[in-house]
T-cell receptor
Framework: DAGITQSPRHKVTETGTPVTLRCHQT?????MYWYRQDPGHGLRLIHY???????DKGEVSDGYSVSRSKTEDFLLTLESATSSQTSVYFC??????????FGDGTRLSIL | DAKTTQPNSMESNEEEPVHLPCNHS???????IHWYRQLPSQGPEYVIH???SNVNNRMASLAIAEDRKSSTLILHRATLRDAAVYYC??????????FGTGTRLQVFP
């Protein structure tokens, strides 16, 4: 299995609070991705990174920011969490055109 | 990005072959056909991918129509562990994957 660790695995927080999710990889892969998955939906891309300090928006980026200061870590931040951001968040990594490998997800509940 | 169409759900009995169809009539010449699956409470898992020719690996086979407008993921002998949501995805020149809602496969003992 690809070395991907998401933390925390579960989090409950209140509306308006900042939240940061972490994705850590040990594979030295160039590309990292953040997705969210809601009931009845497939995964939707939030942001992705193609190198240190190089990031770009996905299809549902509003309300989210990301940072990648080193190859192994990709952080997803909700500056002021809203109930609509309650979801399961998945991180993925890939090396160029190779298949993506996914983490086990973070279940985030915003009350 | 070109879209794919899959049935919402399919059923199979254990140890029987399963053929999961996918239509992608707007596929472009450079799009690869990828399949991922997602087991309950887990992240998606890569299964197989191909461009034009049929592909086999230890998990499954991928049969691609000659006009590339459809493909079929074949599980040769379904097991209970194969119960999952299967996603057919077209991947072009970017590294992004666009997930649809997939096919939920149920496997009965």
């Amino acid at each position: 299995d690809a070395g991907i660790t998401q933390s925390p695995r579960h989090k409950v927080t209140e509306t308006g609070t900042p939240v940061t999710l972490r994705c850590h990889q040990t594979e030295n892969h160039r590309y990292m991705y953040w997705y969210r998955q809601d009931p009845g939906h497939g995964l939707r891309l939030i942001h992705y990174s193609y190198g240190v300090k190089d990031t770009d928006k996905g299809e549902v980026s509003d309300g989210y920011s990301v940072s990648r200061s080193k190859t192994e870590d990709f952080l997803l931040t909700l500056e002021s969490a809203t109930s609509s951001q309650t979801s399961v968040y998945f991180c993925a990594i890939s090396q160029g055109s190779q298949p993506q490998h996914f983490g086990d997800g973070t279940r985030l509940s915003i009350l | 990005d070109a879209k794919t169409t899959q049935p919402n759900s399919m059923e199979s009995n254990e140890e029987e072959p399963v053929h999961l169809p996918c239509n992608h009539s707007t596929i472009s010449g450079t799009d690869y056909i990828h399949w991922y699956r997602q087991l309950p409470s887990q992240g998606p898992e890569y299964v197989i991918h191909g461009l034009t020719s049929n592909v086999n690996n230890r998990m499954a086979s991928l049969a691609i129509a000659e006009d590339r407008k459809s493909s079929t993921l074949i599980l040769h002998r379904a097991t209970l562990r194969d119960a999952a949501v299967y996603y057919c995805i077209l991947r072009g020149n970017t590294d992004k994957l666009i997930f649809g809602t997939g096919t939920r496969l149920q496997v009965f003992p």
